[in-house]
């Protein structure tokens, strides 16, 4: 371990790889705002190609993706069916409400799914002048706040079906959506198949330093252009980031089933801690979320601790710790992280 923190803050946190690097420095560029950077071309057109999706579009970050998706696809006063706790709900500061004008109805659920016989009783169509009409649902998977839990595709076609009864799109967030696919060994395509819109990350667990995809039909990638743009992400030569996508798609996929297995093995320790609280139904992926409430102290105090011995981890509200595992750490660093975190909460607990 040496001086090297363990950081287990984020699967965004990784660094490109000497040979991620030289794809990136050896890439050919144009002009991407132009549509003639023949690297953005190649990453997304091998991105359409594994999703199944007749069009993709580059952008600078996922939170872009995502808005740019809803705002294609909405108008003013529209409303947004979606998980009380997901990312574009959470941690996207009301983009939707701010640069779309959407309304959001949430809906709550321990495992980050809807329900779709609750959510009929809220559809709301242009009928009543009184109502904002209900437009699009947007789902997550895996869904961060539920733990990391992949959504499974019986549901997601469940909600597709409601959404064919009433008339509205389904927007994926598929950040994380790899992960799904490791952990469920159902192919990509064939999970992004019941949605309309589809954002995924390149940065997170496939390693890349920075990128996000939206994939659409063709039809409403013109709109989806035009989004991009209002929101500030054309680029230029982005060629040289793009090739780093590129080269995740071809080397880091199949290789998540060791974050996954390395996540399963700290729950397990973490498990055997004195009150802390592990759902290990719930660690289905690379996140690992610890409760603290039975050992009397407050998260921060136990991250604090945790950072003075090298292990770097998120509070994710006053009584939950947030681990996630990735490229950058291995197995000696993860039995070490859980021996780390046994001996930070036995030290603070007295």
């Known amino acids: 371990m040496g001086e090297r923190p363990i950081d287990l803050r984020s699967d965004t946190v990784t660094r490109p790889s000497a040979a991620m690097r030289q794809a990136m420095a050896e890439a050919s560029v144009g002009d991407d705002v132009l549509g003639d950077d023949p690297t953005v071309i190649a ?5 359409a190609e594994l999703f199944g999706k007749e069009a993709a579009l580059y952008f600078p970050s996922g939170t872009q993706a995502n808005q740019a998706a809803l705002h294609a696809q909405t108008h003013a006063g529209d409303e947004l069916f979606l998980h009380a706790e997901a990312h574009i709900c959470y941690y996207e500061q009301g983009g939707a409400a701010v640069l779309s004008g959407l309304q959001l109805r949430t809906f709550e659920s321990a495992d980050g799914t809807l329900d779709p016989e609750l959510m009929q009783e809220r559809v709301h169509s242009d009928a009543d002048p009184h109502w904002a009409p209900t437009r699009v649902v947007a789902l997550e998977n895996t869904h961060n706040h539920a733990g990391g839990v992949v959504y499974p595709l019986e549901k997601i076609r469940e909600v597709r079906a409601f959404c064919d ?3 509205l799109l ?3 967030d598929g950040a994380r959506i790899w992960n799904a696919h490791v952990a469920s060994e159902v192919p990509l395509a064939e999970m992004a198949a019941p949605f309309d819109t589809v954002s995924i990350c390149l ?5 890349a330093p920075v990128g996000s995809l939206v994939f659409c039909g063709a039809g409403l990638l013109p709109r989806l252009q035009r989004a991009r743009k209002l929101l500030g992400g054309g680029m230029r030569q982005a060629g040289i980031i793009a090739a780093a996508g590129l080269y995740a798609l071809e080397h880091n996929i199949a290789r998540m ?11 397990e320790r ?4 004195p009150g802390l609280e592990i759902d290990l139904d719930k660690v289905q992926t690379n996140m690992v979320y610890a409760g603290t409430r039975g050992t009397g102290l407050p998260a921060a105090d136990i991250v ?3 950072e003075a011995a090298g292990v770097w981890c998120l509070d994710e509200g006053p009584w939950t710790i947030r681990f996630v595992t990735h490229l950058d750490v291995d197995d000696a660093d993860v039995e070490a992280a859980g021996e780390l975190t046994a001996a930070a909460v036995e030290r603070l607990a007295g």
């Open 43 to 47: 990453l997304q057109d091998r991105a």
């Open 165 to 167: 009864r009433n008339g």
């Open 170 to 172: 389904l927007h994926l």
């Open 203 to 207: 940065s997170k667990g496939l390693g």
């Open 257 to 267: 089933a060791d974050d996954h297995r390395r996540a399963r093995g700290l729950a």
């Open 270 to 273: 973490l498990a055997r801690v």
């Open 304 to 306: 604090r601790e945790l």
